[in-house]
């Protein structure tokens, strides 16, 4: 039976959790503890998979316990309940925590968050590289885009739209501020699936404090470490995917499929942060790509699906999720009408192939059938360009 801690300083709130959850008692082995020594004294015995835990505590804090957590027991899904919370706090938050949930909570969206985590944990059963995922709280970036970044943030007069095409030129960077957007922390209301709409949500000042704090993203400091070279090459494919895939969908879903092709190959940046030794002798056996059959034998799994696993306990919305964990297979058919997000990042993935080969290329039957269904459902525009590092929205040409 899957195990649960809660903790809260407050007894009324352990009480009401008590209530609220009842009916769950013979799925759930739930613990209801009042602060964050005694959640440790508890891990100690017998650790749970899914600690739930308040922010705002007397003597060790929330923050200050999921860092514990992360660091003893990685493989513990960790999820922060928070009211309002003072930017000095968000450090804690951002970097510890796998999603964030409002905190007087409504019963469904704890129960639907619980599940989710669980789901994921269920999904990697047997994996060892599962805990190690579970550490993570950024993925790396390029240097020189965090540099950029910094640039444009200091700028007083900067807008969203300027912040955004520097952001959607890293994977990294894009994880990031995709997932604070869909967090409890900054309010709002309904899935974000853009860069865009993230910092709409987020607003740049938000961005520039996070950022400042070193929480947003971590850069690349070691050469030797993940393979500079690559790590560009890898952020140059994910942009080349977003032109493309961009083109294939109905206006309205636009900015969901330039975020899904962007993060497409975040489970390669997940093998190469979480295991570089291991993930750089694979790419120089396979002569530079992905193949999911080597990783497999490598790491227990594919990297689409260990980039869709991170993604899912992050708190994404399911049609970024979903294409994810697909994007290195190829549509069955592409019919008349616009294709869906998943099968748009799926061909443009062969289409980015053709540029930039050492990625995540198909095989060169499958290459060959795929670019020639893509080309027969649009024609891609000479003027379609990244503006700037921002992407373009042209006009579909069937």
Request: hydrophobic residues 45%; glycine residues 6%.
């Amino acid at each position: 039976m899957p195990s649960l801690m809660f903790v809260d300083d407050e007894a009324s709130i352990l009480s009401a959790l008590r209530r609220s959850l009842y009916a769950h008692r013979d799925r759930w082995d739930m613990r209801f503890v009042s602060s964050a020594g005694e959640a440790i004294e508890m891990m100690e015995r017998d650790p749970v998979d899914v600690v739930i835990a308040d922010f705002r505590m007397p003597g060790m804090d929330g923050g200050q316990l999921l860092t514990v957590i992360r660091e003893r027991w990685p493989d513990t899904a960790r999820l922060m309940l928070s009211g309002h919370t003072e930017e000095e706090d968000l450090l804690h938050m951002v970097t510890v925590a796998q999603r964030f949930l409002d905190k007087p909570c409504e019963r469904n969206v704890l129960v639907g968050a619980i599940e989710s985590a669980l789901r994921t944990r269920t999904r990697l059963d047997g994996a060892t590289i599962r805990a190690e995922i579970g550490a993570l709280s950024v993925l790396p970036s390029a240097a020189a885009t965090l540099d950029q970044l910094q640039v444009v943030l200091d700028r007083s007069d900067a807008t969203e739209d300027e912040v955004a095409a520097v952001v959607q030129r890293d994977i990294g960077l894009t994880v990031k501020v995709v997932q604070l957007a869909n967090s409890a922390l900054f309010g709002g209301s309904g899935e974000v699936s853009s860069v865009n709409q993230a910092l709409v949500r987020l607003g740049v000042q938000t961005v520039r404090s996070v950022a400042l704090m070193h929480g947003l993203a971590e850069p690349v400091r070691t050469a030797g470490v993940i393979d500079l070279g690559w790590l560009d090459r890898l952020n140059a494919h994910a942009a080349l995917a977003a032109q493309h895939a961009v083109r294939l969908v109905a206006p309205e879903q636009a900015s969901a499929a330039i975020c899904a092709a962007i993060l497409a190959e975040s489970g390669q940046l997940v093998f190469a942060t979480c295991r570089p030794v291991e993930f750089e002798q694979m790419l120089r056996h396979q002569q530079g790509h992905a193949a999911a059959e080597a990783e497999q034998d490598v790491f227990g799994l594919a990297h689409a699906t260990a980039g869709s696993h991170l993604l899912e306990l992050w708190g994404f919305p399911d049609s970024i999720v979903n294409a994810v964990a697909v994007h290195d297979q190829l549509p069955d058919a592409v019919g008349d009408c616009a294709v869906s997000i998943p099968e748009a990042v799926q061909l443009a993935r062969v289409r980015a192939a053709t540029t930039i080969c050492d990625i995540c290329p198909p095989n060169d039957t499958d290459a060959r059938g795929s670019t020639d269904r893509l080309d027969s459902r649009a024609k891609f525009a000479p003027s379609t360009t990244l503006n700037g590092g921002a992407l373009t929205h042209p006009v579909r040409v069937l």
